[in-house]
């Protein structure tokens, strides 16, 4: 089993700063990508951003060169900064973890998320 803990979220006006952290816990044999999720009111929930364990990155359009996301793997935890916030980024986003255990089974962690407010 794996928790995830997701801190940093808040309300912040347009054009200001946040930096959310997600650390793993539990009984960890291997972190394999993990990533940011957000959801808004009445929508689907979408990826925002991943790495894998070796640092490559993805990042969906409306927020690439705003938001960067990045990782710490002897600590188990990964970060997304995120500038230039839009009213339009306002959702709560969810940490998720891939991860495999001794075993070799697969299994997708969840984060019980964080919100975000973007508003003047």
């Known amino acids: 089993q794996l928790q995830l803990v997701e801190s940093g979220g808040g309300l912040v006006q347009p054009g200001g700063s946040l930096r959310l952290s997600c650390a793993a816990s539990g009984s960890i044999f291997r972190i394999r990508t993990m990533g940011w999720y957000r959801q808004a009111p009445g929508k689907q929930r979408e990826l925002v951003a991943a790495i894998t364990r070796g640092g490559r990155t993805n990042y969906t359009n409306s927020v690439k060169g705003r938001f960067t996301i990045s990782r710490d793997n002897a600590k188990n935890t990964v970060y997304l900064q995120m500038n230039s916030l839009k009213a339009e980024d306002t959702a709560v986003y969810y940490c998720?973890?891939?991860?495999?255990?001794?075993?070799?089974?697969?299994?997708?962690?969840w984060g019980q998320g964080t919100q975000v407010t973007v508003s003047s």
């Open positions: 998720n973890a891939d991860h495999l255990s001794s075993d070799y089974t697969p299994m997708f962690y």
